[in-house]
Nanobody, 120 residues
Framework: QVQLVESGGGLVQPGGSLRLSCAAS????????MGWYRQYPGKERESVAV???????NYSDSVKGRFTLSRDYAKNSVYLQMNSLKPEDTAVYYC??????????????WGQGTQVTVSS
């Protein structure tokens, strides 16, 4: 059973920072893409920052220069450092990973979601 567990969300004032963490565990043979998505109420889930194994992160225009994605391959983890946060960053953030178990195909897995609220 593969799981992605997220942490790091919370309430922060505009201009503040948060660091989201996501760790994959279970019967993992390999991980390709890992990244972060966010979802506003009534909207489709949208990409924030994603990267494939050995690749450079791709960021949405709205977060470029403010957010930084990093991976720890040894720990099967991905992080999102969020600086200069704005109220419009308020959303539920989801970790995503494409993971293959032994003998199986790659499949998409999602974290449980963590709320980020930017407000005075």
């Amino acid at each position: 059973q593969v799981q992605l567990v997220e942490s790091g969300g919370g309430l922060v004032q505009p201009g503040g920072s948060l660091r989201l963490s996501c760790a994959a565990s279970g019967s993992i043979a390999s991980i390709n893409l890992m990244g972060w998505y966010r979802q506003y109420p009534g909207k489709e889930r949208e990409s924030v920052a994603v990267t494939s194994s050995g690749g450079t992160p791709n960021y949405s225009d709205s977060v470029k220069g403010r957010f930084t994605l990093s991976r720890d391959y040894a720990k099967n983890s991905v992080y999102l450092q969020m600086n200069s946060l704005k109220p419009e960053d308020t959303a539920v953030y989801y970790c995503n990973a494409w993971i293959r178990t032994m003998g199986g195909p790659y499949s998409a897995y999602w974290g449980q979601g963590t709320q980020v609220t930017v407000s005075s």
